[in-house]
């Protein structure tokens, strides 16, 4: 099986830009799991220990 050069030229790009986009996702749901954990939690004390005005 022979590959068209212009195969390889177009799928180069496209599969780095592939493997990018997955670690930037990978990448991204570890910065925002975090931080919905620690909104929830902070919005549970606040529920449970209203501030009184």
Request: cysteine-free.
């Given at each position: ?52 005005s």
């Amino acid at each position: 099986m022979s590959w068209d050069p212009m195969i390889l030229i177009a799928a180069g790009p496209l599969f780095v830009l592939l493997t990018i986009l997955s670690v930037v996702t990978e990448i991204y749901e570890d910065l925002v799991m975090p931080s919905r954990m620690y909104i929830e939690v902070s919005t549970n004390l606040v529920r449970s220990h209203p501030i009184k005005s």
